[in-house]
């Protein structure tokens, strides 16, 4: 399925979030390919002052600042971008680090999938070649695979590796819907933004790539982060199965689910009761008493696989996209405005 918007009318726009990547930040420019129409570079408060520093020695025509008055992290530097340049009328928005580690030629292979009408929302995969994670720093490797187990389970997209992966590309169809004010602004945001997504039944696709670590470590910490990924990881979790399940759609996975944990729950806890009771005088279970407390726990079990069964089978596959952007209200358009009111001081 090919998308019924030429390429050509959806110019690509580049946002690069800028903390601390002075020396790296002229280069990544300059590697950008000239497909792209915009490049949109956002200080987050960068204490080395790198928005003064691309507008001092960066002469490519392409290039906008956005200047946050204060850090508020990636999140908020990515939302920055994109309120930008969705105001600046972008098609596809592209997000890349600025400190090197994304080379930018691998640009066309994000934003391809989302012209032709394959995907709403592209990300890197560092995992898809095994020899590649040579690379990686093991705590590292070991840290990104617990947060991708994680990330499949609140997101709902079972499908999805390396979820901190900040080599992203989106439809600004779907920008424009996104809630921005509720998205995560610091290290949780990709994850969060995946989870916004699978709201809105976005088919994501990942994008392999290789894992390069040329200059200094990553700034992102396993052991300081854990907490929050788990804590916001469940939360969208319960999130995310109240509104898919039960508000938004009623399935087969709607019945399962509050089925099989109350059929375990009673099965756990009478059978622990049960036995509880009879060491204490004594007493040998009878086969009913077994049966009884058996029967539910396996039951129970049974329909809580069948419901992760039935959430794996239940990704998005067709892109929504396309039919947002048939959508032209006046609704969605104020909210955008509202939202590019509420940006950070955009100068040229």
């Known amino acids: ?25 002229l280069g990544v420019i300059e590697l950008i390919p000239p497909t792209v129409a915009q490049i949109w570079v956002v200080d987050d408060a960068c204490p080395e002052g790198t928005a003064d520093h691309v507008e001092a020695h960066c002469r490519d025509p392409r290039v906008k600042i956005v200047r946050q008055a204060k850090n508020g992290g990636v999140g908020a530097a990515v939302m920055a971008g994109y309120r930008a340049a969705l105001g600046a009328g972008a098609g596809i928005m592209v997000k890349i680090d600025g400190d090197g580690q994304m080379p930018p030629s691998r640009i066309v292979q994000f934003v391809t999938p ?27 490797l070991f840290g990104n695979l617990m947060l991708s187990f994680l990330t499949k389970i609140s997101s709902g997209y079972w499908h999805v590796v390396d979820p901190t992966n900040g080599f992203t590309a989106i439809d600004a169809r779907l920008v424009a819907r996104l809630r921005m004010d509720k998205i995560a602004n610091r290290y949780f945001f990709e994850s969060d933004l995946l989870f916004r ?27 300081r982060v854990i907490g929050p990924f ?4 469940i939360r ?31 099965g756990l806890v009478f059978g622990s009761l049960k036995w509880a009771h009879l060491t204490s ?6 086969a ?18 069948t419901f992760v069964q039935f959430d794996v089978s239940n990704v998005p596959r067709v892109p929504v996209g396309p039919l947002l952007g048939a959508i032209d209200d006046a609704e969605w358009r104020s909210k955008r405005d509202a939202d590019a009111n509420a940006g950070a001081d955009t100068g040229a």
């Open 1 to 25: 399925m090919s998308s019924p918007y030429p390429s050509t009318d959806r110019p690509i726009a580049v946002v690069i979030p800028c903390y601390k990547v002075k020396r790296h930040i």
């Open 114 to 140: 989302i012209q032709q009408g394959l995907a709403d929302y592209t990300k890197g995969n560092r995992f898809f070649d095994p020899e590649s994670l040579a690379e990686m720093p093991g705590l590292r």
């Open 197 to 223: 997504l699978g709201t809105l039944r976005a088919v994501v696709l990942d994008v392999p790539m290789k894992a390069e670590y040329p200059h200094e470590d990553s700034s992102l910490s396993i052991k």
């Open 230 to 233: 788990l804590v916001g990881n």
């Open 236 to 266: 969208n979790f319960f999130k995310r199965i109240v509104y898919m399940y039960y508000l938004r759609d009623f399935s087969l996975g709607s019945v399962l689910l509050p089925l099989g944990l109350g059929l375990t729950t009673f």
């Open 281 to 286: 005088v004594g007493t040998i279970a009878s």
């Open 288 to 305: 009913g008493t077994v049966m009884l407390a058996a029967l539910p726990l396996i039951l129970g079990i049974q329909m809580l696989l």
